[in-house]
């Protein structure tokens, strides 16, 4: 009933959804391409116009969060609403996946011991994993920021959109 506001609303999801890709690509966060891929909106299911509203649902991993708002570690402070805690246990959770170790093998970082020689990809991880615990994760705001810009248009076309389908309604 309402096409020239669900086509803003599309049109809206697209550039958030272009943006927050470019951004990751630029902030070369695109190690598996997992964040990349599953940054979407559903179109069918989640993008409903009605007549006296409209809803639009975006879909990303679930570390996406993470990702683009930061995480506070134990010694390093970011304004965020994640932290890692002292009893947290990264160490653990590297244990188990090797997330950090694939990571390193993948982008070719590789630690030094104390006599300068390399250390392998596990002990690599584990190191990567500590660090992180104590530094955090600096936020990115790869989606927030695309989100927010095209927010700001959103309106006025919107309402333009609306004001369309609204004389469409009249003269049918």
Known sequence: ?????????????????????????????????????????????????????????????????????????????????????????????????????KWAKFRGKQGRNKLGQFITYKQTGFMLASLIKKKGIKPTHFFTKPFEAAFKDLPSEVVDAFGLDLNNIITE
Request: proline share 1%; hydrophobic share 30%; aromatic share 12%.
């Open 1 to 101: 009933m309402l096409s020239n506001v669900k086509t803003s609303l599309e049109t809206f999801a697209k550039r958030v959804t272009s943006r927050a890709r470019a951004n990751l690509t630029r902030n070369k966060m695109n190690v598996s391409k997992d964040l990349y891929n599953s940054l979407d909106y559903n179109k069918a299911v989640d993008l409903n116009v009605s007549k006296n509203s409209f809803s639009l649902s975006f879909y990303l991993e679930d570390y996406a969060d993470f990702q683009d708002k930061g995480v506070s570690g134990t010694e390093r402070k970011y304004n965020t609403p994640y932290s890692y805690k002292a009893s947290s246990n990264l160490l653990g959770l590297e244990y188990h996946t090797g997330t950090f170790a």
